[in-house]
């Protein structure tokens, strides 16, 4: 079973944008480090399924135009599937604006946790609940079938 596939259907592998304030690497910006280091792991193939990239700006991540502009080259930027942020902050910051502000679904899950834990908020409608589940189910389905670790 690939999840990818399972939610959203497609061969292609996930896009993912690693987010940070900026899109070059400062090293007084842990953000922009933390997404050098996940970058690096992917070209050693420590990272695998999914194209990475970052650290990217948010406008790099979802506007190509953004991008071009900036001189990024990149298969991921603008062109985005995951987002990858820095903190549960930022997470939660941008999480409501895509919901609130762009009328995103959304669904909420913490990783890294032995058993899949629901990340909800009370401000979260029925289907966004449902959705969190339903991901919880397949991530532990994936983790049973040793697709994931």
Not at 36 to 62: E, H, S, W, Y
Request: net charge negative; glycine share 8%; hydrophobic share 50%.
């Amino acid at each position: 079973m690939n999840l990818w596939r399972v939610l959203f259907g497609g061969e292609e592998m996930p896009k993912v944008a690693v987010l940070a304030a900026v899109e070059t690497v400062n090293p007084r910006m842990q953000a922009t480090l933390d997404a050098a280091a996940l970058c690096k792991m992917a070209d050693r193939g420590q990272i695998t399924g999914c194209v990475i990239d970052g650290p990217l700006a948010f406008d790099n991540a979802v506007s190509s135009e953004a991008a071009r502009e900036k001189g990024i080259v990149s298969s991921v930027a603008g062109n985005a599937d995951i987002l990858l942020v820095p903190d549960i902050e930022a997470g939660n910051m941008l999480a409501k604006q895509l919901s609130f502000l762009g009328g995103a679904e959304a669904a909420g899950i913490v990783l890294g946790a032995r058993v899949p834990v629901l990340l909800t908020s009370r401000a979260d409608s029925e289907r966004a609940r449902l959705l969190s589940c339903a991901i919880a189910a397949l991530m532990a389905q994936a983790r049973a079938s040793g697709e994931i670790l």
